[in-house]
């Protein structure tokens, strides 16, 4: 039998990227591994995915360490392969899904959608009469843990009190006491450093570019949404919801797409390069979470076509997928508005960040039980904040109050729905 080394480049995992971070080997020199067995974890800027191997054979280099940044086309590892079954070889095969991550602990938020203020994953109180509360997109996301942070290096800075001699002050001496130095070491003050690099660098640009480059405005709007969690409460009750996990996210992303209808400029696209305004056909809703490996904005393709049950269905999917670590490129681009529900964190609102290409993003803020006018008289209400962060270039200070106000509308008089369609 004839053997041949082949060497296997980083492919080009779509979407214009030109580079990833190599997370973990799923293999060892010596390794004997099959085609499209699993071979390396990679991160790019928009997801983790998973290489498979474009061989069968037996690992006999790796090129490069965990942590590393590779470019399209520079070597990963090398095969010792059977020449002669390598004969009838065919193409490598594309990158698969991204793969699911095992456990570590997980980091920050939501954010701006681009973030809400963006990541993840506690929970705001609901009503006792609300269906399930848990809207949070990502409550404690699995990650990579230690791998994730590769380069992280504790660095210890010890308090050194004065020796306290003769001449020494009475701070001096107090400093050298036993108890006081046992005290300050508990105190010492420690640093950890990680490189920033794949979804957190991707993040931070994607934020800057939007911040500086799109005039935001954000307008707030209070409403009283227990008219829609008693529907809820009725639909899920009757049947008609039975089996779908419905939340406010649910309903207010219904309400979302909705409004679009009415007010088309805030699902568009500002195409500076070619100089138009670019009106989109199709609502594909993003929702902001915050997942250890930073700010992601997965989108439901199609959202204005689901019904309210099939709306719960794609939700709970994207939670799902984002949980198993599995949220690839194709689940984060073409998204043409977006929610970011920080409410799950318990904050009230935020002025929320576009997604880059996006001319609007929604915060939804926690669900709080509080007195509110009702029927002439005061009682205890369901009461909720919406925020609106938009484009002033492409939307209107008329044009997003009316869209704010159509959402509010539709979540806190659901009849209402009737008149507006």
């Not at 699902?267 to 305004?277: F, K, L, R, T």
């Not at 009461?383 to 484009?391: E, G, Y």
Request: hydrophobic share 40%; aromatic share 4%.
């Amino acid at each position: 039998m004839t053997t041949a080394t082949k060497d296997f480049m980083l492919p080009d995992l779509g979407e214009g990227l030109t580079e990833s971070q190599l997370v973990a080997w799923n293999v060892r020199v010596g390794d004997r591994v099959s085609l499209n067995q699993s071979i390396a974890d990679v991160e790019t800027a928009k997801a983790l995915v998973e290489l498979p191997s474009p061989y069968a054979g037996v690992v006999s280099r790796l090129y490069v360490e965990p942590g590393t940044t590779v470019g399209v086309g520079e070597k990963l590892l090398a095969f010792d392969i059977d020449e002669t079954a390598d004969a009838g070889e065919t193409p490598p095969p594309a990158a698969a899904p991204p793969a699911a991550a095992p456990p570590a602990t997980a980091p920050p938020t939501a954010a701006p959608a681009a973030a809400a203020s963006a990541a993840a994953e506690s929970q705001a109180a609901e009503p006792a009469a609300a269906p399930p509360a848990d809207d949070s997109p990502l409550p404690n996301l699995v990650g990579y843990g230690a791998k994730a942070e590769t380069g992280a290096r504790p660095t210890r800075r010890p308090h050194t009190p004065p020796t306290g001699g003769p001449g020494s002050s009475r701070s001096e001496r107090l400093e050298t006491h036993p108890a006081r130095r046992s005290s300050s070491l508990q105190h010492e003050r420690i640093e950890t450093r990680t490189p920033i690099t794949g979804v957190r660098r991707h993040t931070a640009d994607a934020m800057v570019r939007s911040a500086f480059t799109a005039p935001h405005v954000t307008t707030f709007l209070t409403i009283d949404v227990t008219p829609t969690l008693d529907l809820l409460t009725r639909l899920q009750g009757s049947g008609e919801l039975a089996g779908h996990r419905v939340t406010v996210l649910t309903a207010v992303a219904k309400a979302v797409c909705l409004a679009i209808s009415r007010t088309p400029a805030v699902n568009a696209h500002w195409d500076e390069e070619a100089g138009e305004i670019v009106q989109f056909g199709t609502v594909n809703l993003g929702i902001a979470a915050a997942t250890p490996r930073g700010l992601m904005v997965p989108n439901i393709k199609n959202a204005e076509a689901l019904t309210l049950a099939e709306l719960a269905d794609a939700l709970t999917d994207l939670v799902t997928t984002a949980k198993a670590g599995r949220t690839g490129p194709e689940d984060l681009a073409g998204g043409t508005i977006s929610i970011t529900n920080v409410g799950v964190f318990g904050v009230d609102a935020g002025t929320p960040i576009l997604n880059p290409g996006e001319a609007a993003i929604l915060a939804l803020g926690a669900v709080r039980r509080q007195p509110w006018e009702h029927e002439g008289g005061i009682a205890l209400r369901s009461v909720v904040t919406l925020a609106l962060s938009f484009d002033h270039r492409l939307v209107d200070g008329e044009q997003g109050s009316r869209f704010l106000a159509d959402v509010g509308r539709i979540l806190s008089d659901p009849a209402r729905l009737i008149a507006m369609i």
